[in-house]
Structure formats: C-alpha cells, structure tokens
C-alpha cells in the first residue's frame, strides 16, 4: 500500500471528519514553499500552505499546514491542521487535528484536539491533546 493510499485508509478508520485536508495536492494550495528553497525567520498565513523545502524559525497561522515529504522544519508550529509527512523538529500546536504519516517525523510536543500518529511515524516528546 503507497503511503497516500494508506493515509487515506487511516482517516478513514478513525473517522476523521477533516479527510478533505488529507485530498490536497499542490494544485490546492495558493502558497508552496518549493524543494529549492530554504527559509529562515517567522511565516504567517491565512491561507492553506504547503512546504516542500526547508523552514528555520517559527511559523503562525489561521489555516492548514502541510510539511510535505522530503521538507525540513526546524520551527515552533501554530496551525488549524497540520498534516506532516517530512520532519519537524519543534513543538506543533493545532485547534483540530496534527496528523503525522508513516513517512512523518516529530520532534518536539504536539498540542491539539486530535492527534493520529501512523504506524511507522516517529514522534519524541509530550503530547497533550486539548480542546483549544
């Protein structure tokens, strides 16, 4: 089973009522931060945003959050949702949902409502899940 297809299964068997978040494709986005680029500093948005490429600092948003397979994140994460299939190092708070996938790696605290961790996903630190 690919890692979408198996993203897909797992939404699925939790009955996660955000499994639009799990359909977007860089097509949906307004903003991708592309493989080629590497940013350093604070990133706010508004708007769906996808990053493909490497982020230091921090990152505060209003809107969904995906770290798309092969991207870095080296920054403290506010989102609305936040789906990881690349690497975070830093702690992610979420008002619904932090989804990590099997290709996905967090290191540091996750805080949100719903948090789902696929089998092969790596996760190290605390995780509070709250109704924010």
Excluded: H
């Excluded at 403290?76 to 619904?96: F, M, Q």
């Amino acid at each position: 089973m690919t890692p979408k297809a198996f993203t897909r299964y797992s939404y699925t068997m939790f009955d996660l009522k955000d499994a639009d978040f799990f359909e977007m494709d860089e097509e949906d986005f307004d903003t991708v931060l592309a493989t080629d680029i590497t940013f350093s500093g604070k990133i706010s948005f508004s708007q769906p945003f996808m990053i493909k490429g490497k982020v230091s600092g921090s990152i505060e948003a209003t809107s969904d959050l995906i770290i798309d397979t092969g991207a870095v994140v080296k920054a403290d994460i506010s989102a609305t949702r936040v789906l990881v299939r690349g690497i975070v190092e830093g702690d992610v708070t979420s008002e619904k949902l932090v989804f990590v996938t099997a290709t996905g790696t967090v290191k540091g605290n996750i805080t949100a409502s719903q948090v789902v961790l696929e089998p092969g996903s790596i996760f190290s630190g605390r995780c509070s899940m709250t109704n924010l």
